[in-house]
C-alpha cells in the first residue's frame, strides 16, 4: 500500500540516486548495505516499478526511477521545512503574538515590554489592536488576542488575570492656563473644571473616577465626552476647550500647547492588568508574560 511506505525508505532511495552505489549510501546513512538494498526492493514492490538498474559496480536511474526522486526530493525539503518550522513556533523563535490595548502604545511599561520582547525574540511578529477593554477582552475569549491589557477592575472571571504594573494619574492642562504655574494640583483645585473624556480606550475608567473624585469635593462634575482619539483630544486640550486625566505614561510624548501636572492628592494609581485565555497555550505568551511579570516585579 502506498500510504505505508516509510519516510525512511524514501530517503533511501534519494540517498542511492545520489551516489548510485548502494554500499556508498549505506556508508553516508549510517547503515549496512544490505539493509539498503532491502528498503529499495520493497519500496519499487510497494511502487510495482524499476527505480534502479543494477550493474555490476552500481545503479542508474530507470526514467521512472528519475522522475518519482525527483518529485520526492521536493516533497522531502518541504516536510523538513514544516518540521523546521514546527519547531521554531514551538520554540518561540519564529511566529506572532497578537496584543489588546485600551489606549495608544507610548513609553513607559508597555513600550518597554514590547521593545523587550523584539530583543528577545526579533522573528516574533507583534500584532496590535486597539479597543475598549470589553471589546479586547472578548477578542481574547474568541481567541482573536493572545493578551489584553486593560487599565481597572477586570470582569472576566472565564479568563486569567494578573495586575502587572501602575502608573500616577496626572492632569493635562492648556500651557497658558492659570494653575499651569503650579508644580502640583489638588482635586479640588480641579473641581470646577470641564473634564474632556474619550468613548474610547481608557475613557469609562476615567469617567468613573473624575466623577467619584470631584463628587468627593462635593461639586457636580462638569464632563464632556468625546469620540475622538487620543492626539485630537489633546489638541483640545490645548485649544481650551477643558481639561483631561491621563497617567504618567503620557507624559512622555510632548504635545504641544499642554503641560502634565501631578495630583498631590490623588493616592490611587492607575491598575493594568494581563488578561489571557486559559486555554492559550502558546508559548510566546507564556515569554511575554514572564517578561512583563519580571519587568513588574523590579518596577
Known amino acids: 500500500m502506498l500510504h505505508s511506505i516509510p519516510l525512511t525508505s524514501l530517503r533511501h532511495a534519494v540517498v542511492v540516486a545520489e551516489v548510485l552505489n548502494f554500499r556508498h549510501a549505506a556508508n553516508v546513512l549510517g547503515v549496512t548495505q544490505s539493509s539498503v538494498s532491502t528498503r529499495i526492493k520493497r519500496l519499487e514492490d510497494a511502487l510495482g516499478i524499476l527505480l534502479f538498474e543494477r550493474r555490476h559496480r552500481g545503479v542508474r536511474l530507470t526514467d521512472a526511477g528519475r522522475r518519482f526522486v525527483s518529485e520526492v526530493c521536493v516533497g522531502i525539503e518541504q516536510l523538513d521545512h514544516a518540521v523546521r518550522t514546527a519547531g521554531a513556533i514551538s520554540h518561540c523563535v519564529e511566529g506572532h503574538i497578537s496584543i489588546g490595548l485600551q489606549s495608544p502604545l507610548v513609553g513607559g511599561f508597555l ?6 520582547l523584539r530583543t528577545s525574540y526579533p522573528t516574533i511578529e507583534q500584532v ?3 479597543g475598549r477593554s470589553s471589546e479586547t477582552i472578548a477578542l481574547v475569549r474568541d481567541g482573536k488576542l493572545d493578551v489584553a491589557f486593560v487599565v481597572g477592575a477586570v470582569q472576566a472571571p472565564d479568563c486569567h488575570t494578573r495586575q502587572l504594573w501602575s ?9 497658558d492656563h ?3 504655574d503650579r508644580k502640583s494640583l489638588a482635586w479640588l483645585d480641579l473641581a470646577d473644571e470641564t473634564f474632556l473624556i474619550r468613548h474610547g480606550g481608557t475613557g469609562p475608567q476615567v469617567f468613573d ?3 467619584r473624585r470631584v463628587s468627593e469635593c462635593y461639586q457636580s462634575p462638569r464632563i464632556r465626552r468625546c469620540d475622538v482619539g487620543r492626539d485630537t483630544l489633546m489638541g483640545m486640550v490645548a485649544a481650551g476647550d477643558g481639561i483631561t486625566l491621563t497617567t504618567e505614561a503620557t507624559t512622555h510624548i510632548p504635545f504641544p500647547g499642554i503641560v502634565f501636572r501631578a495630583i498631590a492628592d490623588e493616592a490611587e494609581p492607575a491598575r493594568f492588568s494581563a488578561v489571557w485565555s486559559p486555554h492559550n497555550r502558546s508559548p510566546t505568551l507564556k515569554n511575554l508574560l514572564d517578561l512583563a511579570t519580571e519587568m513588574g516585579r523590579s518596577a
Open 209 to 211: 473616577h473624575v466623577v
Open 167 to 175: 502608573e500616577p494619574m496626572v492632569i493635562a492642562l492648556p500651557a
Open 128 to 130: 496590535i489592536i486597539e
Open 178 to 180: 492659570g494653575l499651569a
Open 111 to 116: 513600550a518597554d515590554l514590547r521593545r523587550r
